[in-house]
């Protein structure tokens, strides 16, 4: 079975410029998860999709992040404009139904960023 | 909201002994808790959860443990390996609320 595929695997831009991730998510997998991860921290929700439907984007930062998931499959989540403290690992994840429900999040590799 | 808290940072032990992770959680209704295992350049991955209806887990050499009163679990890796070195994400949620994650451990196991 395919995991959760993510790309870039890595990004560098410098700042006030614009970057966009891809995922595309475990087939069959209703619920889809964008994280923040900075370096020596846990990984942070950043929007949580229902099929195509937004369930969670309460640590969206909305001024400059947006994320979206066409069909209910695939998710672009885009940063415009990046500020430094963007730097992080982004890191998609999807699940059968809602975490807690389910019990397991099948997490890609994700994809590095770095603002400079 | 919920919050976690996850010690130690870091961890190191010798191969064969074992390793204890513990975190603590704020919100009581909290009633999933799993843990994950990230090795460098990937992503974390679900290693041994456990519900609050009970109060330990085994699998193998990992085993969980709950204590609803105080708010707090723990991981318990036994006999520890080589592979067993990454970085452990202790997390909690209740029913469809979002998964929250503690800081991570990592752990070295020094052959």
């Known amino acids: 079975e395919a995991g959760v595929a993510q790309s870039p695997r890595y990004k560098i831009i410098e700042k006030r410029q614009s970057v966009a991730f891809w995922c595309n998510p475990i087939?069959?997998?209703?619920?889809l998860y964008w994280y923040q991860q900075i370096l020596g921290q846990g990984p942070k929700l950043l929007i949580q999709?229902?099929?195509?439907?937004?369930?969670?984007d309460s640590q969206l930062p909305k001024d400059r992040f947006s994320a979206e998931r066409l069909k209910g499959v695939d998710s672009t989540l885009k940063i415009q404009p990046a500020k430094l403290e963007d730097s992080a690992v982004y890191l998609c994840?999807?699940?059968?139904?809602?975490?807690?429900?389910?019990?397991?999040?099948?997490f890609g590799e994700g994809s590095r960023l770095t603002v400079l | 909201g919920e919050n976690v808290e996850q010690h130690p940072s870091t961890l190191s032990v010798q191969e064969g002994d074992s390793a204890v992770i513990k975190c603590t959680y704020s919100?009581?209704?909290?009633?999933?808790f799993p843990w994950y295992k990230q090795e460098l350049g990937k992503g974390p991955q679900l290693i041994i959860d456990?519900?609050?209806?009970?109060g330990e887990k085994k699998d193998q050499r990992i085993a969980v443990t709950l204590n609803k009163t105080a708010k707090h679990f723990s991981l318990h890796i036994t006999e520890t390996q080589p592979e067993d070195s990454a970085v452990y994400f202790c997390?909690?949620?209740?029913?469809?609320?979002?998964?929250?994650f503690g800081q991570g451990t990592r752990l070295t196991i020094n052959p």
């Open positions: 994840a999807s699940s059968l139904g809602a975490s807690g429900n389910t019990g397991e999040l099948f």
């Open positions: 087939s069959g997998h209703a619920t």
């Open positions: 999709f229902q099929n195509n439907g937004v369930v969670d």
């Open positions: 919100d009581s209704a909290s009633n999933y």
């Open positions: 456990i519900r609050s209806n009970v």
């Open positions: 997390a909690a949620t209740r029913g469809a609320q979002k998964l929250v």
